[in-house]
């Protein structure tokens, strides 16, 4: 954050912006009360600090066909610097692959997977199989979304 700190302004900003990004900064600013030039000063600071990273529109995957939801578990016997850039660089060709977390604990990897069916979930599997030595996969299939693409807690 490069000794930026974060304000009660700056956090009403943040939760507005995940609430709904694609307001205007005139509106912004009013729902926070502060002036738009103030609003303008702080997003762009917020951004220069690394905290804002772009805008993205919150999509009905179901709405789309994907109506599979997967997290894959991955161990793996290679811990090497080489290896996890191999394995990186394969794992972000795959689209469907929508967040990818290096754990701790009996697993290595994380991998939430979003696709159409089960066969279309198989080609991810292959795919994913198909350029790097894993131990072992196991794949959990999530039956209902109860929550999903919370904002983060500010």
């Known amino acids: 954050m490069k000794d930026r700190i974060i304000d009660q302004i700056d956090r009403s900003l943040l939760r507005e912006l995940q609430r709904d990004a694609s307001q205007s900064q005139r509106?912004?600013?009013e729902r926070v009360g502060i002036s738009q030039n103030a609003c303008w000063r702080r997003l762009r600071a917020?951004?220069?600090?690394?905290?804002?990273?772009?805008?993205?529109?919150?999509?009905?995957?179901?709405?789309?066909?994907?109506?599979?939801?997967?997290?894959?578990?991955?161990?793996t016997r290679h811990h090497s610097a080489d290896?996890?850039?191999d394995?990186?660089?394969?794992?972000?060709?795959?689209?469907?692959?929508?967040?990818?977390?290096?754990?701790?604990g009996d697993y290595d990897y994380l991998l939430k997977v979003v696709t159409e069916s089960m066969d279309s979930y198989d080609a991810v599997y292959q795919r994913l199989i198909s350029k790097v030595e894993l131990d072992s996969v196991t794949s959990y299939?999530?039956?209902?979304?109860?929550?999903?693409?919370r904002p983060l807690p500010l």
Not at 141 to 149: C, K, S, V
């Open 27 to 29: 509106d912004l600013a």
């Open 46 to 75: 917020l951004d220069s600090a690394g905290i804002l990273q772009g805008s993205s529109a919150r999509i009905d995957r179901k709405a789309l066909g994907l109506g599979l939801v997967v997290f894959v578990m991955l161990r």
């Open 83 to 85: 290896w996890l850039d």
């Open 87 to 104: 394995f990186r660089r394969h794992v972000q060709t795959i689209p469907e692959v929508v967040d990818f977390f290096r754990i701790g």
């Open 141 to 149: 299939f999530a039956m209902e979304a109860i929550t999903e693409q």
